[in-house]
């Protein structure tokens, strides 16, 4: 059984208003993209990790694996226009029967008890999707209504998504519909229904400054 | 017209993990509950501040108004066993027409720009309740199935939220329902819509360590 790990780190990174796209920023001196890799390669050293890139920042992201010495092997891929697309290129690389994880590039802070829990979970039920609960009350906007909707009937969806491989490669074979928000909603699209598990509150998408400093402060606790 | 803020703190922080409610916590050496009461303050000096605290925790809130030399004066009021009872307290000091805010006494970063807004479109349509939008993927669970909505049909409550004070008290003579998440519903239940109005995202809730760290950093970056 293989296991494969796709770190998609195909954003522009508009929202930061930074000419660095996000993955590239430094958390605690060091490229966001490094811990999402170093965190799949210290719970599996085995994993095949490939990283999406958008193609215009390949040369950047090699020259910052040599400045930073990142001595973990990694095959890099173009990404698309889409996400979508991006995981699609990703999973050219994906061969063999096995579990593949999907995770955002800016997402460094999934933890190694987090990573274990979606793989076992995974090989056991054929997907995991980890997601977590909120603590602010939510309302659904209908036109120019609004309704609360119970807290605790709504989930967030986090990342790395594991599936089988063979699974994830047949649902990405279908033609792009913008339902399709993560990798969940294309195996489900597809017909095969997900597996939610627990996720972590501190396995935060890094998506504006003020992320990056709770990242900081998250990492000095830990 | 008068304007009230009736600060909500009635919370034994049993989430925390700690021996002193969460609202006591220091945040950059000064309880958080404080900053909830200066940033209204610094907006509208001539504020009624209603602070509504657990009985047992006032002594303990005098004492730290006294270390923290808190010169801003505010009526303190003891809170029930529920939020809606809490904020009923409260309301027993709002006597005169105009605007009134519920605020969660956990939420330290409201800033001027935002507690502005509110009291503007308060006075302007009788309501207004921030809200913000996600950047994750939500998913709406139904039993044991779940399924993806979509992201922008969905928004998160925060406070301060503002109403005509005779609106408020008139929706809190309602008997208490478990669908009464916060003011807005209660407001709703009454029959009167509500208006929301663009939140902020650092405007964020402390109810763990980890959103204590991310205010420090907020703080820091002001």
């Not at 990798?183 to 627990?198: I, P």
Request: hydrophobic share 40%; glycine share 6%; net charge positive.
């Amino acid at each position: 059984m293989e296991y494969y790990a796709i770190i998609v780190a195909a954003g522009k990174g508009t929202r930061m208003k930074s000419k660095v796209p996000k993955q590239f920023l430094l958390l605690n001196g060091k490229p966001v993209l490094m811990y999402s890799i170093e965190n799949f390669f210290k719970v599996l050293s085995e994993i095949k990790i490939i990283v999406v890139l958008p193609s215009k920042e390949i040369p950047r992201w090699r020259k910052l694996c040599r400045e930073f010495g990142l001595g973990i092997p990694h095959s890099i891929v173009s990404g698309g226009a889409t996400r979508f697309e991006s995981v699609q290129n990703g999973l050219k690389l994906v061969r063999k029967d096995g579990i593949v994880a999907v995770h955002d590039g800016v997402r460094p802070l999934a933890s190694d008890v987090l990573i274990r829990r979606i793989f076992r979970k995974a090989k056991r039920f054929g997907t995991a999707i980890p997601v977590v609960k909120t603590k602010d009350s939510v309302r659904l906007l209908e036109g120019i209504k609004s309704r609360v909707i119970a807290r605790n009937s709504i989930v967030f969806v986090q990342t790395p998504q594991c599936f089988r491989t063979m699974l994830l490669k047949r649902a990405y074979e279908q033609k792009f519909h913008p339902s399709f928000t993560d990798d969940a909603s294309v195996v489900e699209a597809y017909g095969h229904s997900v597996k939610l598990v627990a996720g972590k509150e501190e396995n935060i998408k890094i998506t504006t400054k003020e992320d990056l400093l709770f990242a900081e402060a998250l990492l000095k606790q830990r």
